[in-house]
């Protein structure tokens, strides 16, 4: 069974609206030798430190090696995948898919999809609002398992679409504990996750770079890294 490595950036976990970045991005690699891609971001870089992350890339002396990791002679290029999701449209589609409704202050949409606290419903036209007291009440029997903020879940799915059957190491992640990995499995063939601590693994912090690059790079929308992109981004939501 292959393995994949996987990490994210952006994550706030179903807090999608007022976070400090627009977009989500959650990447997948499978690199035959990632003890040598860090060590060759560590002779071009430069850098003492002890985890390598998307923020040395993403420095302006560094757009050269930038240009490099994500070009196609680099060696993420065929190796990596990157799902990237917009928080406000996801959250808008979410409403009009569970609720039935537009709302017109997107935080106010964002709280009452998530399985925490209890929004006051009375500014819901009343078929609206039976809607999304039977949404809530359907999302309160089981908020691990039925959680569709959490973009951790749909990222998941589409690494696995991806790459098809694999078993995934990701870096440590709260957010996915049994049952939600029980539900993963049954949307896909993922055949499970083990978790492992970034700094002594090297696939975890390509992962981690991946993620972070693509995602600053869409935000900046930089016109002269943007084009660069595409080849990772099998699945963009929306």
């Known amino acids: 069974m292959r393995e994949i490595a996987c990490d994210e950036s952006g994550y706030e976990g179903e807090k999608l609206i007022g976070s400090t970045t627009r977009f989500f991005a959650h990447a997948s690699v499978r690199i035959p030798d990632p003890a040598a891609v860090l060590a060759e971001l560590r002779a071009r870089i430069k850098s003492p430190a002890t985890q390598y992350k998307a923020n040395h890339l993403l420095r302006p002396q560094h757009r050269a090696t930038l240009r490099w990791f994500l070009g196609d002679t680099g060696p993420v290029h065929g190796r990596g995948h990157v ?15 569970h609720i039935g409704t537009e709302i017109a202050d997107d935080q106010v949409a964002n709280d009452l999809l998530r399985v925490k606290g209890d929004p006051d419903l009375e500014f819901l036209p009343p078929p609206a609002r039976a809607r999304a007291a039977a949404f809530r009440e359907w999302l309160g ?10 973009p951790l879940v749909p990222a998941i799915v589409a690494a696995v679409a991806h790459w098809g059957p694999v078993t995934i190491a990701h870096d440590r992640q709260t957010q996915l504990p049994p049952r939600r990995v029980a539900v993963l499995t049954e949307r896909c063939p993922l055949a499970g996750i ?13 992962a981690d770079i991946l993620a972070g690059t693509v995602r600053a790079v869409t935000e900046s929308g930089d016109a002269s890294l943007t084009p660069l992109l595409p080849p990772y981004l099998s699945a963009v939501t929306p």
Request: no cysteine; net charge negative.
């Open 83 to 97: 799902f990237l999701l917009d928080k406000t449209a996801f959250v808008r589609d979410l409403v009009a898919e």
């Open 141 to 150: 029997a089981d908020p691990i398992g039925r959680s569709v903020l959490d």
């Open 194 to 206: 083990r978790f492992l601590d970034a700094t002594g693994h090297p696939e975890i912090q390509i």
